[in-house]
C-alpha cells in the first residue's frame, strides 16, 4: 500500500490517498478535486472515505465522486452535516459549498474491502457525532478523533467532551503499534500518543 498526503483547503486539511496494485482509496478529499484525481495515477478510485462530516474533510467529495464513479462512505450519524452549511462548519469556509450524497452509510465494525486494501471502521463520536477511524494494515486514518498530541474540538454541532472521552478510552484499547495519519499536523504513532498525549494519559482529568 503506497499513501500519499495532500494538504488542501483554507484550514490545511490532510486529504490521502490509500493505492495498492491498480485499486485506490480516497480519504478525506477536501479542496480541488482534480488534484486529488491526479495523485491516483491511473489507479480506479474505489471509494471515497468520509471521517467525519465537517467541510474541511469533505468540499471536494461530490466532485471526486463525479470525476471517478466511485461511492462515498460516512457514518450515518454524520449524514446531516453533508447537506447542512451551518452544522458543517461550511458556513465559514470561503469554498463554494455543495450538498454532497453519501451512498454508504456506516454504523461502525465494518470491514470494508476494496481489491486488496481492507478498512476496519472504528466509530469514535466526540468531535463530530459520526465521527470514525479507518484501520488499514498498521496505519489508522484518524480524521479529527486524534492528533499528534491533541485531539479534536468538541464544540461544534454534535461535539460532546464527554462521549470523546469514552472513544479515546477505545482508541487506548487498540493493541499494537500503528501510524497516525491525522486529518490536520503531522504523522505519529499510536504508541507515542499513549504514552505522551495528554488526552490519553490514564491520570487525565480534562474531561471532570
Request: aromatic fraction near 8%; charged fraction near 20%.
Amino acid at each position: 500500500m503506497k499513501i500519499k498526503k495532500l494538504i488542501m483547503g483554507v484550514f490545511q486539511t490532510n486529504t490521502y490517498t490509500a493505492i495498492s496494485g491498480e485499486t485506490a482509496v480516497v480519504i478525506d478529499p477536501c479542496g480541488d478535486a482534480q488534484s486529488i484525481f491526479e495523485q491516483l495515477q491511473g489507479a480506479k478510485l474505489a471509494a471515497i472515505l468520509l471521517t467525519h462530516g465537517h467541510f474541511d474533510h469533505t468540499s471536494a467529495a461530490a466532485e471526486l465522486a463525479r470525476l471517478t464513479d466511485a461511492k462515498i462512505y460516512i457514518h450515518s450519524a454524520d449524514e446531516d452535516l453533508l447537506s447542512d452549511k451551518k452544522k458543517s462548519f461550511a458556513s465559514i469556509m470561503p469554498e463554494e459549498f455543495c450538498v454532497t450524497t453519501a451512498d454508504v452509510l456506516l454504523k461502525g465494525g465494518e470491514v470494508l474491502d476494496f481489491g486488496d486494501l481492507s478498512f476496519r471502521v472504528l466509530h469514535t463520536p466526540g468531535h463530530s457525532p459520526g465521527s470514525v477511524l479507518y484501520i488499514v494494515d498498521d496505519v489508522i486514518f484518524a480524521g479529527d478523533t486524534l492528533f499528534a498530541g491533541s485531539v479534536g474540538r468538541t464544540d461544534g454541532y454534535g461535539g460532546c467532551s464527554a462521549t470523546q472521552a469514552k472513544s479515546l478510552e477505545a482508541i487506548k484499547a487498540i493493541v499494537g503499534d500503528y501510524a497516525v495519519l491525522a486529518g490536520h499536523g503531522p504523522q505519529t504513532t499510536l504508541e507515542a500518543e499513549k504514552r505522551t498525549n495528554p488526552y490519553l494519559a490514564d491520570e487525565a482529568d480534562f474531561w471532570q
